[in-house]
């Protein structure tokens, strides 16, 4: 996989949300925090503007199932 990731990478998006946020409990954050947290992401190329809530629930539920 490239080390670049967009907004359809969901698994690898929330592989490196835990590596990078894994202090932070993903059901206590609102979807504005959560979308910074992507956009922040070294190698995120998405356009910040692409997402949308069905986008950022699948983000959470990968992030999620990453955790267990």
């Known amino acids: 996989m ?8 969901t698994d690898e ?3 490196r949300l835990e590596e990078a946020h894994g202090d932070l409990s993903p059901l206590k954050l ?11 992401l070294d190698g995120f190329e998405g356009d910040a503007k ?12 990968a992030w ?5």
């Not at 999620?64 to 267990?68: A, I, K, T």
């Open 13 to 15: 998006i929330a592989f």
């Open 30 to 40: 609102r979807f504005t925090e959560l979308h910074r947290l992507i956009t922040e």
């Open 64 to 68: 999620l199932d990453e955790r267990e």
């Open 50 to 61: 692409a997402s949308n809530e069905k986008i950022l629930e699948a983000v959470l539920m």
């Open 2 to 9: 490239s080390d670049t990731i967009g907004w359809h990478d």
